[in-house]
């Protein structure tokens, strides 16, 4: 039988997301500052060997659904080659991707051979100028990601949309009709106070039951059901295929249904998206650990799990951008 990984709090951990770089095409100001150069330095990223190696100690211990992230993935070299490695992997048995899109185009037929099974798309509006507003970058290469992606048989693909008020809460309709018509299903995600860029963008929280209600006046939502490990509320449009996702963060969290601990670049193992709690793994890697003492060493960290976040009350908490560990 798969021993599993539990926390101090009784909780199962059976998600991991592996950032594979703090690098990014895009600047989106609520995440990353623009003119950002204080990346980690790649002799510190941890090798696909190392990667392989621990994402194979937690499918020993019943981790199976793994998340690859950033930054940007797509921006490591050689992506697909890692993806496709770790879809081979005995434990892991959901392994999805979350990305910018700037790049989908050219990777998605790759990627979908090689194993990756779902996307999640960030896209936080569908006007040109605002996106560049927003991200520095362009629409077009988005769209065209997602559209080679749908393309390649990517399904479900889930778009990703921070809901900002006075910056896109005028859109959130929009984006309704935009999934509806492309078959995609859509998540809004409330901000969260991650280093100076989320603090910053605080000033444009907005609480999603808002958005709900508002929704509801134009829609007739019914309680709806998604896969995959996530903390998203789904409702669906009656009469359509249409899951739309409510992850609240700030207004209504869940952390007492946590699963999930997140790996960084650096093979950091973050316990907790609002905390700090972590347990290096690199140096453990590069003295020569056995795969049984890797194992013992991951059983021992969930020991530093917290019960949950502190965006509220403790907003300046947590110094580390969004990027650093990807969501
Ligand atoms: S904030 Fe921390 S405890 Fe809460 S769901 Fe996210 S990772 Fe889990």
Same mark, same amino acid.
């Given at each position: 039988?798969?021993?599993?990984?539990?926390?101090?709090?009784?909780?199962?951990?059976?998600?991991?997301?592996?950032?594979?770089?703090?690098?990014?095409?895009?600047?989106?100001?609520?995440?990353?500052?623009?003119?950002?150069?204080?990346?980690?330095?790649?002799?510190?990223?941890?090798?696909? $060997?190392?990667?392989?190696?621990?994402?194979?100690?937690?499918?020993?211990?019943?981790?199976?659904?793994?998340?690859?992230?950033?930054?940007?993935?797509?921006?490591?070299?050689?992506?697909?080659?890692?993806?496709?490695?770790?879809?081979?992997?005995?434990?892991?048995?959901?392994?999805?991707?979350?990305?910018?899109?700037?790049?989908?185009?050219?990777?998605?037929?790759?990627?979908?051979?090689?194993?990756?099974?779902?996307?999640?798309?960030?896209?936080?509006?569908?006007?040109?100028?605002?996106?560049?507003?927003?991200?520095?970058?362009?629409?077009?290469?988005?769209?065209?990601?997602?559209?080679?992606?749908?393309?390649?048989?990517?399904?479900?693909?889930?778009?990703?949309?921070?809901?900002?008020?006075?910056?896109?809460?005028?859109?959130?309709?929009?984006?309704?009709?935009?999934?509806?018509?492309?078959?995609?299903?859509?998540?809004?995600?409330?901000?969260?106070?991650?280093?100076?860029?989320?603090?910053?963008?605080?000033?444009?929280?907005?609480?999603?039951?808002?958005?709900?209600?508002?929704?509801?006046?134009?829609?007739?939502?019914?309680?709806?059901?998604?896969?995959?490990?996530?903390?998203?509320?789904?409702?669906?449009?009656?009469?359509?295929?249409?899951?739309?996702?409510?992850?609240?963060?700030?207004?209504?969290?869940?952390?007492?249904?946590?699963?999930?601990?997140?790996?960084?670049? $650096?093979?950091?193992?973050?316990?907790?998206?609002?905390?700090?709690?972590?347990?290096?793994?690199?140096?453990?890697?590069?003295?020569?650990?056995?795969?049984?003492?890797?194992?013992?060493?991951?059983?021992?960290?969930?020991?530093?799990?917290?019960?949950?976040?502190?965006?509220?009350?403790?907003?300046?908490?947590?110094?580390?951008?969004?990027?650093?560990?990807?969501?």
């Amino acid at each position: 039988m798969t021993p599993t990984l539990t926390d101090p709090f009784g909780r199962h951990i059976e998600y991991i997301r592996l950032s594979v770089t703090d690098r990014c095409d895009l600047r989106c100001f609520y995440c990353m500052p623009e003119g950002f150069t204080d990346f980690e330095t790649p002799e510190h990223w941890l090798t696909f $060997d190392e990667i392989e190696r621990v994402i194979a100690a937690f499918g020993r211990l019943g981790v199976n659904r793994v998340r690859v992230t950033g930054g940007e993935p797509l921006v490591r070299k050689e992506l697909p080659q890692l993806t496709s490695r770790l879809s081979a992997l005995p434990g892991v048995e959901d392994l999805s991707l979350s990305t910018n899109a700037v790049q989908l185009a050219k990777y998605s037929e790759v990627l979908r051979r090689g194993g990756v099974q779902r996307l999640n798309v960030s896209l936080d509006t569908l006007k040109p100028e605002r996106f560049k507003a927003i991200t520095k970058g362009k629409l077009e290469k988005v769209i065209e990601g997602l559209m080679a992606a749908k393309a390649a048989g990517f399904n479900p693909i889930k778009i990703n949309m921070v809901v900002m008020k006075g910056v896109n809460d005028d859109e959130v309709e929009k984006m309704v009709d935009f999934c509806l018509k492309h078959g995609f299903t859509l998540r809004f995600i409330e901000t969260m106070p991650m280093g100076d860029t989320g603090r910053n963008a605080s000033d444009q929280y907005i609480d999603l039951q808002i958005i709900k209600k508002r929704l509801m006046q134009r829609y007739d939502l019914v309680p709806g059901v998604m896969p995959g490990g996530g903390p998203a509320r789904y409702m669906k449009v009656a009469g359509t295929d249409l899951n739309i996702g409510f992850i609240t963060p700030m207004s209504q969290h869940f952390c007492e249904t946590c699963n999930r601990v997140r790996l960084s670049v $650096d093979g950091t193992l973050y316990m907790c998206l609002g905390q700090d709690h972590n347990f290096e793994l690199r140096p453990l890697l590069r003295n020569g650990i056995s795969d049984s003492e890797l194992e013992a060493a991951i059983i021992k960290a969930m020991a530093l799990k917290p019960e949950r976040h502190e965006f509220s009350d403790k907003p300046g908490q947590v110094v580390r951008f969004m990027s650093m560990t990807g969501g």
